[in-house]
């Protein structure tokens, strides 16, 4: 895996604009790309069609292009590894539930919204850990013959294995370990065809010859799921690092009530993004303890995971205001009318 080219992704869903965690994994990807001379790929993970917002893809791409992200494979620009979007790719994601379900490593699940809510509701009243029960896992074949009869349409579940560990080497966090018997059997394909993120990510991860997935801290409890679904695939997983979570002064996790978070509304307000780009490369990295103001290149130029901290970036918005009005100082006067005009405009 160190030998091959370094190829990273930006996988945002369009569920919403994209806010301050969402770009700074997105810089972080694009930073570990440039400075190793390798690949910056845009990934549109579209599959949760429910909670799609107009509007809210375009948003992805002008808030990259502002922010001076270029990518070298996506939606609009192609590459041989495309379409770059996944509602487009769903043929791929059948064909390999498909797989599963004939190795053994999968199976349909008939139970109905109802029956799921009601295990939840018992597990929270045991006090159990919340996770499905297994109930369709070893259905014979005259109980799927009925369930299919009932013209009731099946998710396709993981088949997890009920013993053993899965550890893997975070390249931030070091070794992490995941006892098997903690991993309920989760859901693969959605019963109206289209992939869960388990699913779908490990498949174009593995399409697209990722090498490293870089990505927020939430998803650390997916990678045991996606690395048993290299496994039972036979194919080489990624490596991995899982970024620190972003926090608000008050030390808890950013959220809107910590002031503006859509990338979209700091263009709005008046933000530089060069500004921007400094600022948030230093929510989890630094290049020494004193070091705050950097350019572009220097930032491509040192960047590395070695310097990414473990513990939660504090998002600061004195700090940021003080950034912004430094760049803006350092502004020829031309450069700042030219800057200005939009705001004038308006």
């Not at 579209?46 to 509007?55: A, C, L, P, Q």
């Not at 989760?186 to 090498?211: E, N, R």
Request: hydrophobic share 35%; glycine share 6%.
């Amino acid at each position: 895996m160190t030998n091959k080219p370094v190829r990273v992704r930006y996988a945002p869903s369009p569920t919403g604009y994209p806010h301050v965690g969402n770009i700074r994994t997105a810089l972080f990807n694009w930073l570990f790309a440039r400075h190793s001379g390798g690949s910056f790929i845009l990934r549109i993970e579209d599959t949760d069609v429910s909670r799609k917002i107009d509007g809210a893809v375009e948003a992805i791409f002008d808030s990259l292009q502002w922010l001076g992200m270029d990518w070298d494979e996506g939606p609009d620009v192609g590459g041989k590894y495309g379409p770059y979007v996944q509602s487009e790719r769903l043929k791929k994601y059948r064909e390999t539930a498909e797989r599963l379900i004939s190795q053994g490593d999968a199976y349909y699940c008939y139970c109905s919204p109802q029956r799921l809510d009601e295990m939840r509701a018992e597990q929270t009243r045991r006090k159990q850990p919340p996770g499905y029960d297994r109930h369709c896992r070893n259905l014979n074949q005259e109980e799927k013959d009925k369930k299919e009869a009932e013209a009731i349409i099946p998710v396709v579940r993981f088949k997890s294995p009920l013993e053993g560990q899965i550890r893997f080497n975070d390249l931030i966090r070091g070794e992490v370990v995941f006892e098997n018997a903690t991993i309920d059997d989760f859901v693969l394909l959605k019963s109206d065809g289209y992939p869960t993120y388990h699913l779908a990510s490990v498949v174009d991860d593995h399409l697209m010859a990722i090498s490293h997935v870089l990505r927020a801290e939430e998803w650390l409890p997916s990678t045991p799921r996606h690395l048993m679904l290299y496994q039972v695939l036979n194919l080489e997983p990624p490596q991995f690092a899982h970024l620190p979570m972003l926090l608000g002064a008050d030390r808890t996790k950013l959220s809107k009530r910590h002031g503006a978070v859509a990338i979209t509304e700091y263009r709005e307000q008046g933000y530089l993004p060069e500004a921007i780009v400094n600022f948030l490369a230093l929510l989890g990295w630094s290049l020494d303890d004193k070091t705050e103001l950097l350019s572009r290149k220097e930032l491509i130029d040192n960047f590395s995971l070695e310097r990414v901290s473990r513990t939660a970036a504090i998002f600061n918005k004195d700090k940021l205001e003080w950034m912004n009005g430094v760049y803006i100082r350092s502004l020829s006067p031309d450069n700042f009318v030219q800057r200005s005009l939009p705001f004038l405009n308006s």
